[in-house]
């Protein structure tokens, strides 16, 4: 099982069940999600197995339009 913390920022980082957050993050004010996560993609299960952390910004981005004058 896995546990989802968000930040200000829209980032999430993903850890085992239980982990205490990397040195590297604590700095960052992270909440944990409501309900407990039992299921991940292949790539943040293997990125938790092999570094003990998944991190991933969830910013939206959006399309840039210049306006030429």
């Known amino acids: 099982m ?12 993903v850890l085992s069940t239980g ?3 990397p040195v590297l993050y604590s700095a960052h004010k992270w909440r944990k ?5 039992l299921k991940v993609s292949d790539e943040i299960k293997s990125a938790v197995h092999a570094r003990g ?6 910013r939206a981005t959006k399309p840039r339009i210049i306006e030429v004058a």
């Open 2 to 13: 896995f546990d989802v913390y968000r930040n200000d920022r829209r980032d999430f980082l």
């Open 19 to 21: 982990s205490a957050i």
């Open 33 to 37: 999600g409501r309900k407990r996560v």
């Open 53 to 58: 952390y998944y991190l991933r910004s969830v």
